[in-house]
């Protein structure tokens, strides 16, 4: 499985981005997640889902905020981003793993990680 993110950008605080993680291979039987890494931090969970989307987590500094969603018909999981906060700056990764029923918040279960996209929240 090869992961592709796109979608990030410069925005001012307040405004909305769309995030977009493209699989190469099939999404299905993959819990996806998203994941951020600020400067001079470590990489931290925002958001995951399982491979039919029943279960969802989010961490809580992005809850009532981002939405995770994906489209396994065109192995894609997508992120979209309401609200933005400049703390919400970061490189965003997304990443997959076998689908267990667990793990889907640690950042150590996931064993397929995309290149990263940076989201710049200006104030």
């Known amino acids: 499985v090869q992961l592709q993110a796109s979608g990030g950008g410069l925005v001012q605080a307040g405004g909305s981005l769309r995030l977009s993680c493209a699989s190469s291979g099939r999404t299905f039987s993959y819990a996806m997640g998203w994941f951020r890494q600020a400067p001079g931090k470590e990489r931290e969970f925002v958001a995951a889902?399982?491979?039919?989307?029943?279960?969802?987590y989010y961490a809580d500094s992005v809850k009532g905020r981002f939405t995770i969603s994906r489209d396994n018909a065109k192995n894609t999981v997508y992120l979209q981003m309401n609200s933005l906060k400049p703390e919400d700056t970061a490189v965003y990764y997304c990443?997959?793993?076998?689908?267990?029923?667990?793990?889907?918040?640690?950042?150590?279960?996931?064993?397929?990680w995309g290149q990263g996209t940076q989201v710049t929240v200006s104030s």
């Open positions: 889902n399982s491979w039919a989307g029943g279960n969802i």
């Open positions: 990443a997959a793993h076998r689908e267990k029923g667990s793990g889907y918040t640690f950042i150590g279960e996931y064993n397929y």
